[in-house]
C-alpha cells in the first residue's frame, strides 16, 4: 500500500466525511446492519476512524501515520502495520471490519488470510468496497480514477472478493448495498438494499468457518498487550 498520499491528505480526507455527511451517514447506517451488536472488533485500515468511532471499535491498523495520528486523538489504540501483516496472535478477535481499504492493498489475498487468522471460530469479518461494475460506479469511474485518494486504487468486482472468501472458508454471506445517486447531489439517507449491482457502496459480511483451538488462558493482542 502506497500510504504517501494519505500521509500528505489526512486532513483533507477526513474533511470529506463532513462535507459528504449524508453519504458518510448512509455507509455507516449500511455497516450497522452487518457488524456484530457485542464482542471485540478490529478494524484494518482504521484511517482517522470515521467508521470505528460510530461502533466502539478501539483497536484499529493504519499504517499512514497522519491518519494514524488523527485516530489515536479519537481514542482509538492504533497499530503501526499493514494488512497483509497483522501485529496480533491467532484468533483474538469476534470480527475483523475493512472499509475502501481492500482497493489499496499490495497483496488482498494475504490480508484476507491473516484477518482469517485474528478471527475467532465464527468470528465475522465485514467489508465496504465501491462497486465499481454497477451503473453508478460505471458513470462514477472516471472521476474515482482523477482522485487524490483513489487514482491509485484498484478496485476489485464484488464477486471476484466472494470467490476469495469462499477460497478461505468464509461461509452465512450477508451483501447489502447503498449509495444509488451521485454522491455529489445526496441530501439525506440512502436506502440501503439486499444484494448488490445497483448501489456504489456494497458490504458483505461472512462468518469465519474453521475448527475451534482451544487455549487456556486470556487471548492477547501480543506479548504486552491485551484488549481488556
Not at 23 to 50: C, D, F, M
Not at 214 to 223: A, H, N, Q, S
Request: contains cysteine.
Amino acid at each position: 500500500m502506497n500510504t504517501n498520499i494519505f500521509e500528505e491528505t489526512a486532513t483533507e480526507y477526513d474533511e470529506w466525511f463532513v462535507t459528504h455527511t449524508w453519504v458518510y451517514q448512509s455507509e455507516v447506517e449500511a455497516a450497522r446492519k452487518l457488524i456484530p451488536k457485542t464482542g471485540e472488533g478490529v478494524e484494518i485500515g482504521v484511517g482517522t476512524g470515521r467508521f470505528s468511532i460510530p461502533f466502539g471499535i478501539k483497536v484499529g491498523v493504519e499504517p499512514a501515520k497522519a491518519m494514524a495520528e488523527i485516530a489515536r486523538k479519537r481514542g482509538i489504540t492504533v497499530y503501526d502495520a499493514k494488512a497483509e501483516h497483522l501485529p496480533f496472535r491467532d484468533n483474538p478477535f469476534d470480527f475483523a471490519l475493512m472499509v475502501t481499504t481492500l482497493c489499496f492493498l499490495e497483496n488482498p489475498m494475504q490480508a484476507l488470510q491473516e484477518i482469517k487468522r485474528i478471527l475467532k471460530p465464527h468470528g465475522k469479518i465485514i467489508i465496504g468496497m465501491l462497486d465499481e461494475e454497477c451503473p453508478l460506479g460505471k458513470r462514477y469511474s472516471e472521476k474515482t480514477k482523477k482522485s487524490k485518494f483513489y487514482k491509485h486504487a484498484k478496485f476489485y468486482p464484488v464477486n471476484q472478493v466472494l470467490d476469495w472468501l469462499r477460497d478461505f472458508k468464509f461461509r452465512k454471506f450477508k451483501i447489502i448495498q447503498t449509495i444509488f445517486r451521485n454522491p455529489d447531489e445526496i441530501q439525506g439517507l440512502e436506502t440501503i438494499k439486499a444484494g448488490f449491482g445497483e448501489g456504489l457502496f456494497v458490504m458483505v459480511s461472512a462468518e469465519n468457518q474453521k475448527a475451534r483451538v482451544e487455549k487456556r488462558g486470556k487471548p492477547c493482542l501480543c506479548v504486552s498487550v491485551s484488549l481488556s
